[in-house]
């Protein structure tokens, strides 16, 4: 079982920079591929970035790429995102997610989810 509390949230003016953070529980987080996916309002949750364990391979979803960085620090059992040049369309809720198996874009791979943080990119 993992347990994924994030935090970083909040409002932001367009072109502005915030770092999420995700606080995973549990020994065996490095072995977990971790993922970021976000929701708007009356909007499907849509993939953002994916990070493997050991591998450290990174995936993005084109909107973010170039802004957007994701990273771990296993020692620490949490992963970061880094998002620069924010847009009013990034306003979201964001989540971290836990996979067991592969990096995948599909929610549904993931096993674990956490609360979400409130992102608002203004104007």
């Known amino acids: 079982q993992v347990q994924l509390v994030e935090s970083g949230g909040g409002l932001v003016q367009a072109g502005g920079s915030l770092r999420l953070s995700c606080a995973a529980s549990?020994?065996?987080?490095?072995?977990?591929?971790m993922g970021w996916f976000r929701q708007a309002p009356e909007k499907e949750r849509e993939f953002v970035a994916a990070?493997?364990?050991?591998?450290?391979?990174?995936y993005y979803a084109d909107s973010v790429k170039g802004r957007f960085t994701i990273s771990r620090d296993n020692a620490k059992n949490t992963v970061y995102l880094q998002m620069n040049s924010l847009k009013p369309e990034d306003t979201a809720v964001y989540y971290c997610?836990?996979?067991?198996?592969?990096?995948?874009?599909?929610?549904?791979?993931?096993?674990?989810w956490g609360q979400g943080t409130q992102v608002t990119v203004s104007s």
């Open positions: 997610a836990a996979a067991q198996r592969y990096l995948s874009t599909n929610p549904n791979d993931y096993d674990y």
């Open positions: 549990g020994r065996t987080f490095s072995s977990y591929v």
């Open positions: 990070i493997g364990g050991r591998t450290t391979g990174t």
